[in-house]
């Protein structure tokens, strides 16, 4: 009685109308139904068993799939129909478990339906029904109120209801409760989304004469295999993609295990294979219907489930394969050949891009661990497929703020670059038209901005459109431009488009403790390093020196740099005027001694007009240590380079009052607090240190 032999599973491939009317979104083609041939974006070409397209009618697909199915369960056979794919592509749909679609019903209706015509046939047949799902990796009975789990025991569920059905109207009844009990939630891609795995069962005891047969008929529709990213979800939601991914990706490994024939089966790696682990064995016929988009926005996510159907289907590449594709191509050669280029094209082409990514493949930081060579294709429209795909290297990661950019691009701006088109081209009544750029431009930059403004609360200094000096004939496929969105994306990178270039800011070592800072000090004395923005121009005059700035730059930002300078210089002379000493000693090189002395002098003499005439204080007149004679200012020098390499206790040694050293003065700190030098000659300062260290 069975029929297969080398095919695990029998693979369906249906696909939902496009939500979007332009031809040249739509990324895939059907170019033969017999056999079924499926051709794709990424060039690859998939044969299935079955290929719906959108006009396949619900009773097409129910009498191709499921039909043949319902005598087998008859005859004893477990049979298991999953439908599988990304959320929105029809899944729910498809079983007809939504009561919104009972006027024209899915696979579950049309099989009680079926069933209960053979009663005439099948005299004592016995059907019960179960309906549960499987959410967040626990059981959850349907047909119960309660809303408490069920325990599982090997792949049997503890306490779930199992309905006997005398009518089809029963079974209905039972399909509307659960339905309603099913978890559902509002993501960005689907209103209406199932949140959960459901699991219609029918069981089917048949008595013959001489024969008594159970089996039963799993109709199973699969939460949607999801980008977290592009579904927007949050919170539990975000977990619940979380666990729906999960349980795709075990679903996967054991259909794959199945399908390769391999000894070890993981079906205890989730709750859903562990309890149809009876269900899905070589013993058993399963279905599986892949729902997939065929909207070029989508196509990321579609060949993600064409290639596992194409796995699960362990197909031999057939040579009519080939043949039939050499064949569309001829009679199709517009869609094949290479497309009038356009200046910026050409320009396009003379820098050739290495990597045309869609924008799903930089986002995704897939859930899933990657099964599909997919991810490596090119996106190309199909109407521009003629060269050789150039091999691409791994996209580098995305900053979260170009992330954001390009999934604000990818999920509003192409929808609305759509709806653009689309209107415009009715307007212009098909003609080659001039599409409104700068008016999409406009919007979408508001729309990046808006986006960023939000997230970072920040208002960007510069945002421009992704979309910039495009014409109308590269839009033949939306992919092309995405280069372009990725690197303004890039350009509006938080670092560069909020934050002035990091400066390294000095930690203070923890070492920097009291008994460092001394030797610090001293060191910092001696080897005054040059400060460009501090100084204190007590030699001359207040006028700041010409300095880089304003060599080289406009004269607007000298003038700009001057006045902070003068600021600058006034803020410390209001310190020397009206700061207490502990302001005082806030000015550099100035110590509690120092700042005592600058108030002396200042209830002596009045205020200071000028930093200049802090000279005037005979601690800064009394310098014993300089020296106008070039010989001696030489030799200092030389000294303070020597102490510079000298270790630190040297240093402190040479510091004490009881080492007779030759030029103590030298070794003044900010305060001079160690030095009795300092009351000895009572010199603190020179003019060189004021300039050097202020
Ligand atoms: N073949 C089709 N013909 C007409 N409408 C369809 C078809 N497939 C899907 N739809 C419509 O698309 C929408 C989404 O379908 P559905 O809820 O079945 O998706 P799903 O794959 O079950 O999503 P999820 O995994 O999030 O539950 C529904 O409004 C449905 O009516």
Same mark, same amino acid.
């Given at each position: 009685m069975d029929t297969r032999t080398e095919e695990f599973v029998n693979v369906a491939i249906r696909i939902r109308p496009s939500l979007n009317v332009l031809e040249e979104s739509i990324g895939i083609k059907v170019i033969s139904e017999t056999p079924p041939i499926l051709y794709a974006v990424n060039r690859q070409s998939y044969t299935f068993n079955n290929i719906f397209t959108s006009k396949a009618s619900q009773k097409d697909v129910y009498n191709d799939i499921v039909k043949p199915l319902v005598q087998k369960v008859l005859l004893g056979y477990n049979c298991t129909v999953f439908a599988y794919g990304q959320t929105g592509t029809g899944k729910t749909y498809t079983m007809g478990s939504? /009561?919104?679609?009972?006027?024209?019903?899915?696979?579950?209706?049309?099989?009680?339906?079926?069933?209960?015509?053979?009663?005439?046939? @099948?005299?004592?047949?016995?059907?019960? +029904?179960?309906?549960?799902?499987? @959410?967040k990796e626990k059981?959850?009975?349907?047909?119960?109120?309660?809303?408490?789990?069920?325990?599982?025991?090997?792949?049997? *569920?503890?306490?779930?209801?199992?309905?006997?059905?005398?009518?089809?109207?029963?079974?209905?009844?039972?399909?509307? *409760?659960?339905?309603?009990?099913?978890?559902?939630?509002?993501?960005?891609?689907?209103?209406n989304s199932s949140r959960s795995h459901a699991i219609f069962t029918m069981f089917c005891n048949v008595k013959n004469e001489n024969v008594k047969t159970e089996a039963k008929l799993n109709l199973v529709d699969l939460a949607g295999?999801?980008?977290?990213?592009?579904?927007?979800?949050?919170?539990?939601?975000?977990?619940?993609?979380?666990?729906?991914?999960?349980?795709? @990706?075990?679903?996967?490994?054991?259909?794959? %295990?199945?399908? $390769?024939?391999?000894?070890?089966? /993981? @079906?205890?790696?989730?709750?859903?294979?562990?309890?149809?682990q009876d269900s899905l064995s070589r013993t058993n016929f399963v279905t599986l219907v892949a729902c997939i988009s065929p909207d070029l926005l989508d196509m990321s996510e579609t060949i993600q489930t064409l290639e596992f159907a194409q796995g699960a289907k362990k197909m031999k590449n057939k040579p009519e394969v080939n043949t039939i594709l050499q064949q569309y191509k001829k009679e199709n050669p517009a869609l094949f050949e290479r497309p009038q280029l356009t200046n910026s094209a050409v320009k396009q082409k003379a820098t050739p891009l290495k990597r045309h990514y869609s924008s799903t493949e930089c986002l995704a930081t897939p859930i899933l661990p990657k099964t599909s060579k $997919?991810?490596?294709?090119?996106?190309?429209?199909?109407?521009?497929?003629?060269?050789?795909?150039?091999?691409?290297?791994?996209?580098? %990661?995305?900053?979260?703020?170009?992330?954001?950019? +390009?999934?604000?691009?990818?999920?509003?701006?192409?929808?609305?670059?759509?709806?653009?088109?689309?209107? #415009?081209?009715? $307007?212009?009544?098909?003609?080659?038209?001039q599409f409104p750029w700068e008016k999409l431009q406009n919007e979408v930059s508001q729309i990046v901005r808006n986006e960023i403004v939000q997230m970072t609360g920040q208002r960007p200094r510069n945002c421009s459109s992704p979309i910039e000096n495009h014409d109308i004939s590269n839009i033949s496929g939306v992919f092309s431009e995405e280069p372009s969105v990725i690197a303004v994306a890039k350009r509006l990178d938080f670092n560069e488009t909020f934050?002035? /270039?990091?400066?390294?800011?000095?930690?203070?070592?923890?070492? #920097?403790?009291?008994?460092?800072?001394?030797?610090?000090?001293?060191?910092?004395?001696?080897?005054?390093?040059?400060?460009?923005?501090?100084?204190? #121009?007590?030699?001359?005059?207040?006028?700041?020196?010409?300095?880089?700035?304003?060599?080289?730059?406009?004269?607007?930002? $000298?003038?700009?740099?001057?006045?902070?300078?003068?600021?600058?210089?006034?803020?410390?002379?209001?310190?020397?005027?009206?700061?207490?000493?502990?302001?005082?000693?806030?000015? /550099?090189?100035?110590?509690?001694?120092?700042?005592?002395?600058?108030?002396?002098?200042?209830?002596?003499?009045?205020?200071?007009?000028?930093?200049?005439?802090?000279?005037?204080?005979?601690?800064?007149?009394?310098?014993?240590?300089?020296?106008?004679?070039?010989? *001696?200012?030489?030799?200092?020098?030389?000294?303070?380079?020597?102490?510079?390499?000298?270790?630190?206790?040297?240093?402190?040694?040479?510091?004490?009052?009881?080492?007779?050293?030759?030029?103590?003065?030298? *070794?003044?700190?900010?305060?001079?607090?160690?030095?009795?030098?300092?009351?000895?000659?009572?010199?603190? #300062?020179?003019?060189?240190?004021?300039?050097?260290?202020?």
């Open positions: 939504d /009561p919104k679609t009972y006027s024209d019903p899915g696979f579950i209706v049309r099989t009680f339906n079926e069933i209960f015509a053979y009663q005439e046939e @099948y005299k004592d047949l016995e059907v019960y +029904v179960s309906f549960y799902e499987i @959410y059981v959850f009975d349907l047909l119960s109120n309660s809303k408490k789990s069920l325990q599982v025991k090997g792949f049997k *569920i503890d306490g779930l209801a199992q309905v006997k059905v005398y009518t089809p109207n029963e079974a209905q009844n039972l399909l509307n *409760i659960g339905s309603k009990n099913r978890h559902v939630g509002d993501t960005k891609l689907n209103a295999s999801e980008s977290v990213r592009k579904t927007g979800t949050e919170g539990s939601q975000f977990q619940e993609g979380v666990n729906i991914n999960m349980g795709l @990706y075990n679903i996967r490994r054991v259909i794959s %295990a199945l399908s $390769a024939n391999m000894s070890h089966v /993981p @079906y205890r790696e989730s709750m859903i294979t562990t309890i149809l $997919a991810i490596n294709h090119t996106w190309t429209p199909m109407s521009t497929i003629t060269e050789p795909l150039v091999e691409p290297t791994p996209f580098p %990661a995305l900053s979260p703020i170009v992330r954001k950019c +390009v999934e604000v691009f990818e999920t509003t701006v192409m929808k609305k670059f759509d709806v653009m088109l689309q209107s #415009h081209r009715l $307007a212009e009544k098909c003609k080659t038209p934050k002035k /270039p990091d400066i390294p800011v000095k930690k203070p070592s923890k070492k #920097h403790t009291v008994a460092s800072r001394r030797s610090a000090r001293l060191s910092r004395v001696l080897v005054a390093p040059k400060r460009q923005s501090m100084r204190l #121009h007590a030699k001359t005059s207040e006028t700041p020196k010409p300095n880089r700035f304003s060599k080289t730059s406009s004269p607007k930002k $000298a003038k700009k740099i001057d006045d902070i300078k003068k600021n600058h210089l006034k803020h410390i002379l209001s310190i020397l005027n009206d700061g207490n000493e502990k302001e005082l000693q806030k000015l /550099p090189s100035v110590g509690p001694k120092t700042a005592v002395q600058i108030r002396y002098f200042r209830d002596l003499h009045g205020s200071f007009e000028t930093i200049a005439d802090l000279k005037k204080m005979d601690s800064w007149r009394a310098n014993g240590y300089q020296s106008s004679d070039p010989v *001696i200012t030489s030799k200092r020098k030389l000294q303070r380079k020597k102490l510079q390499h000298l270790p630190k206790e040297a240093i402190e040694l040479l510091k004490s009052p009881t080492v007779q050293h030759p030029s103590h003065g030298d *070794i003044d700190d900010k305060d001079g607090e160690d030095s009795k030098s300092d009351y000895e000659n009572n010199s603190v #300062h020179s003019d060189d240190d004021v300039e050097e260290i202020l």
